[in-house]
């Protein structure tokens, strides 16, 4: 069974830029959360999609959006980008409702310059 | 690899010992917590999970424990080997679905 796949894995974006990063989620998984990490603030959730609809929200700006598709799949998008942005962007897919084991993909990792 | 975390409290231990590593939850009303292993450029990689319902839970060479009086999560690794080196974090579900809040990280270090 394959795992969580993140694509790309490497990216380089300036300032001002947007960015699109997308998670495919384990077959038969339907919800999909992101999370950013930098070594100063950790790791951080910024939302969960389920069934196509965001389910949660953590505390970042409006410039970071997501989505979900009927097939699950995910993207984020960051608009506007800052140097403050770059870190590395986790996707963790599980099969739904609580407490269910939650497995990360990979990441992407994102450089503004 | 990239950095996970600059500045992560480090426990050293000798390849054989069992290693504790300890994490303090933030959310009385998290019921259900996760053990992750994350290696240099690696996203997390699950190890275990416990209930609240529950005080202990047992896996291959891991037991991880829950008091909820103290809000404290410990895994214990047993027969630590060099493979164990990585950073481990403690994440908790404060009942909204799938947001889990991580905790900072121990970098644990397995030395020959």
């Known amino acids: 069974k394959a795992g969580v796949t993140q694509t790309p894995r490497y990216l380089i974006k300036t300032r001002g830029q947007q960015v699109t990063l997308s998670c495919s989620p384990i077959s038969g998984h339907r919800s999909v959360s992101w999370y950013q990490q930098t070594p100063g603030q950790g790791l951080q959730f910024l939302f969960e999609y389920f069934s196509e609809t965001q389910r949660n929200k953590g505390n970042f700006p409006g410039r970071f959006s997501g989505r979900q598709f009927s097939n699950s799949r995910s993207e984020m998008n960051v608009s506007t980008l800052e140097l403050g942005d770059s870190a590395l962007y986790l996707c963790a897919s599980s099969l739904s409702g609580r407490n269910t084991e939650a497995f990360f993909g990979q990441g992407t990792r994102l450089t503004v310059v | 690899g990239e950095s996970v975390g600059l500045h992560l409290p480090t426990l050293s231990v000798q390849e054989g010992d069992n290693s504790i590593i300890n994490c303090a939850y933030s959310?009385?009303?998290?019921?259900?917590f996760i053990w992750y292993k994350q290696e240099s450029g690696k996203g997390p990689q699950f190890i275990i999970d416990?209930?609240?319902?529950?005080d202990k839970r047992q896996g291959q060479r891991v037991t991880v424990l829950l008091n909820k009086t103290v809000k404290h999560l410990s895994l214990q690794i047993a027969a630590t080997q060099p493979g164990d080196s990585a950073v481990y974090f403690c994440?908790?579900?404060?009942?909204?679905?799938?947001?889990?809040?991580f905790g900072a990280g121990t970098r644990l270090a397995v030395h020959p």
């Open positions: 959310n009385s009303a998290s019921d259900y």
């Open positions: 994440a908790e579900r404060p009942g909204g679905y799938n947001k889990l809040i």
């Open positions: 416990i209930r609240s319902n529950m």
